[in-house]
């Protein structure tokens, strides 16, 4: 009888270390962690001074770019360039594609410098800020690098106002100079890296598009 008592036990001390540590429990039961999601909807206030969300243009393809408009050169580049594109893609595409621009200085680009500043290119372009917060998560969530980086010696010093010495509190960005593609459902696409033209990528949309 004892060694029976004691096979006894050993299987129950068995069955426990199976129950505990082999057994999925309730609070493993998650997938596994896959990658952080890509994108995804996000609401801002547009150059006009609206709410402006993603899913507000579903069903249309979007080209979004970040930048800024004290931006020296990436950015009005970038505009021209998505200008053109507009212009250049045939109107059954065209009317299919919202393009986008989010600052990455929103404390500097309200709606209306926005506004001010879009003029200069296509009028489809919407132009888009937040708080500070809310671009933080925009840019985190579409993988986009933006750096503020202080400008220390400004071109021209006003002759009067040459106290302070620590900077005037100029910056400019750093920030990806590439388009991002979305499909009418918001789904990431593809990349269009700026050293692309405005005819490469128009080509490659009209195809993407499957328009003509
Ligand atoms: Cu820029």
Redesign the pocket.
Known sequence: MGRRAYLLMAFLALLLVVVVFVLPSDSSEKKPSALPPFGGDFSLKSHLGDTFTLSSVQGSFALVF???T???????L?LKKMSDVLDLLPQTSSSRLAPIFIT?DPLRDTPSVLASYLSSFSPKIVGLTGTEAEIADVVKRYAIYAEKVALHDSAHGESGHAESGHGNGDYT?N?T?HFILLDPRGNFVKLYADDLTAQDITRDLALVMGGG
């Open positions: 970040f930048g800024f004290h931006c020296p050169e990436v950015c009005p970038g990455v960005v920030h100079t």
